[in-house]
Every structure is written in C-alpha cells, then in structure tokens.
C-alpha cells in the first residue's frame, strides 16, 4: 500500500521505466494501481534503435510485475516523508 | 470486480482507455504481438483480434498473421498504443516474407550461438 500511495503522488512527474528485459522507457505517469502495474503517457525509449517496434508507441501500460527500477528525479522526492512513512508501515499501521 | 464509472478509464490504469486499439503487445519471451484489443481482465489476459506476429531481424521484419488471440497475462511485459499519425517502423526497415524472415532468425541465432562458443574460447586469455 506504502508503494502504491507513494506512485500515485508521483503522477505527472517524469520518470524512467526500466524493464526485467532491459527495455528502459522514458514518460509521463499517467497511472499507477494496486499492483503497481504502470501507464507512462508521452513515451519515448531510452535506446531507440535497439527498439525500432516501439517507434509510433506514444502511451503505454507496463505490467507491474516485469518492473526492474522506477527512476524519478531527484528533487522529486520528499525522502523524509517517505522515511516516516516506511516507519510507520513498519510499526504495523 | 466493481465497475468504473465512465470517467475513470481516461485516469485509472484499466486497459479500457485501449479497447478496440491497434496495440503492440510485448511478451516476457521476445515476441511482438499487434491487433485490436477485444477484452481484457485483473490479471492483464487480453483479447486481440486480428493478431499478428511482427518478427524483426536487423532490416528486415515480416508480419505473420495469427488471427483471434488469448494472451494469458503472466506472459505480458507491455502494451502500447500505437500512434496512427507516425511510421510504426524506421523507413530503412524491409518488409520480407515469412521464408526469409525464418532463414535470417536461423542465420543469427547460429552467429549467436558461434559468438558464445568463441568467447568461451578466449575466455583463458583474460584480456577485459
């Protein structure tokens, strides 16, 4: 639930998706569910010519459980809250 | 499952917003799958009507027709829609029959296969 509440503050921040399969994909969150599957809007991949089929993809969903790494900028992050948060998760609220 | 009121296909993450798209499906196993998304459910299974199969080698690419498709949705690694209004591929890309497309998955899966077994070899030279 920490997640899930976490990715949905996030949503019109730029972030990239990379992939279990190494595909990295550069978009708008649009979306994000209980599963953390993900739509980005505005897509563009990271190594286009490695990827020519994904060339007119603009939007796309992105199945939760083939995530490896969700990078986000750096200021957009509030650590702290993120810290407390985790605590209180942890404690068991 | 409850149903979504009508708006919320545009902000939830539901494939709904996709229904009745040309859509690329990309599998945990390498393949490209297009076609019309039908239906779907919870666990990303998806209907794709008027399925093919685009199988890319370096240049070349072929779209082999599948027909009506249930993808089971352990299997699916993305979903895209397709921009209509842009080139779906590179121009320099050929489009080949399915009797080439095959013979050049064979040509690299063996220079494939030939890189593993040469570096194997080389691999007491310690040269990285």
């Not at chain 1, 997640?3 to 978009?27: C, H, M, P, W």
């Not at chain 2, 499906?25 to 019309?36: A, N, S, Y």
Request: some cysteine.
């Amino acid at each position: 639930m920490l997640f899930f509440s976490y990715f949905k503050d996030l949503v019109g921040q730029e972030v990239t998706v990379e992939l279990k399969n190494d595909l990295a994909i550069r978009g708008t969150l649009h979306s994000v569910d209980q599963y953390l599957n993900i739509k980005l809007e505005n897509t563009r991949v990271v190594d286009q010519d490695k990827y020519p089929h994904m060339l007119s993809v603009r939007n796309c969903f992105i199945r939760g459980s083939v995530v490896r790494y969700v990078q986000l900028p750096p200021d957009g992050v509030d650590v702290d809250l993120l810290h407390d948060a985790a605590r209180r998760e942890a404690r068991g609220g | 499952m409850s149903w979504s009121a009508p708006d919320d296909i545009f902000f939830s993450t539901s494939l709904a917003a996709y229904l009745d798209k040309k859509l690329l499906v990309l599998l945990r196993d390498g393949r490209k799958l297009m076609g019309l998304l039908r239906s779907f459910d919870q666990f990303a299974n998806a209907v794709l009507e008027e399925a093919y199969e685009r199988v890319i080698v370096g240049d070349l690419y072929c779209d082999i027709p599948l027909g009506l498709y249930i993808i089971r949705g352990e299997n699916v690694v993305l979903i895209g829609e397709l921009d209509t209004e842009k080139e779906e591929l590179p121009a320099q890309m050929i489009q080949v029959s399915e009797a080439e497309i095959k013979r050049a998955q064979k040509a690299e899966k063996e220079e494939m296969l030939l890189k593993g077994t040469m570096r194997k070899r080389m691999e007491f030279l310690d040269l990285d």
